[in-house]
């Protein structure tokens, strides 16, 4: 295996946990998110690739990476994003954070504690959100709380898969000192049920997503484009019931992910809440007549 397409692993934006450039959002803005996506899954089949050895997959991302910056041969998962930024004027750099991220995920497959994990959603999750916010201009004063969300959505997505994650490639994202202090490890993972140690460290990562995904509440009335500020409401409110569900649910032998009726019933609430607060918004500053 010589290139990052025969890496792929079948994985659409479809499988996702959280919509990925939905209709929500302008036409015009989907091509380039979608490049973004495209990329961003290549590196990361490359990097989660059960059977390529370490040295196999770094050279892999250090290949994509060259190619984006047009300093390689072109590579076809490559191409369409370095078009796209081209055609934007953007730079590349929130993509080369995701290869960052995900040469961490090549040689690391442990985290000490909570702020390690969250220097590693730094490279794997922010770049994401801020790319969309970049591609729609909105104002970097919204980087910030859109950071929070996007690392709330990262460890909801490492708490439902912590199992798998576990089992297919013996990586953990649970912070070890979390573990520790609720008498947990590593291995429980391998269970078919969360023991109840496993459950408490579970419960309380699920706790401290749900605070992220609070601190990212703020990024949807700071958004100046309305189908994007709609997008993020949606997203926001599946954040919120996923965090929930993963405090008093076991990933190891529940359900906890969202059917797609589930999923777009909690998503269009969330976009009704914010259609409405607009709604209101508009009627208190609108002027009284003959005030």
Excluded at 180 to 186: D, I, L, N
Excluded at 227 to 254: C, G, K, Q, V, Y
Excluded at 261 to 285: F, S, Y
Aim: glycine share 6%; aromatic share 4%.
């Amino acid at each position: 295996m010589t290139t990052a397409t025969e890496a792929l692993s079948g994985k659409t934006r479809r499988d996702e946990n959280f919509p990925v450039a939905s209709w929500l959002l302008s036409a015009r803005h989907r091509a380039p998110i979608l490049a973004f996506y495209r990329f961003a899954r290549a590196a990361d089949d490359v990097a989660d690739h059960p059977t390529l050895p370490p040295d196999r997959k770094l050279a892999m991302l250090d290949g994509l990476a060259r190619a984006l910056c047009g300093g390689g041969p072109r590579d076809p998962e490559a191409e369409p994003l370095r078009l796209a930024l081209s055609e934007r004027g953007l730079a590349p750099r929130h993509a080369l954070d995701l290869i960052d991220a995900f040469r961490l995920d090549v040689r690391k497959n442990r985290y000490a504690d909570w702020a390690e994990l969250m220097d590693y959603c730094r490279l794997s999750a922010a770049p994401v959100g801020r790319f969309v916010l970049d591609v729609h201009g909105e104002d970097k004063a919204t980087w910030p709380a859109s950071d929070a969300l996007c690392a709330a959505l990262q460890m909801i997505n490492h708490l439902q898969d912590c199992g798998e994650d576990y089992r297919r490639l013996n990586r953990v994202y649970l912070p070890e000192d979390v573990l520790a202090a609720h008498g947990a490890s590593a291995e429980m993972l391998g269970a078919a049920r969360a023991s109840p140690a496993l459950r408490g460290a579970l419960a309380e990562l699920a706790h401290r997503a749900g605070e992220l995904t609070e601190r990212g509440a703020r990024l949807v009335p700071a958004i100046a484009d309305l189908r994007l500020a709609l997008e993020i409401a949606a997203i926001h409110n599946l954040a919120r019931r996923l965090a929930r569900r993963l405090e008093s649910r076991d990933p190891l032998s529940e359900p906890v992910h969202l059917s797609k009726a589930g999923a777009a019933w909690v998503g269009g609430v969330g976009v009704l809440r914010r259609l409405a607060a607009m709604l209101i918004g508009a009627e208190r500053t609108r002027p009284r007549v003959g005030a």
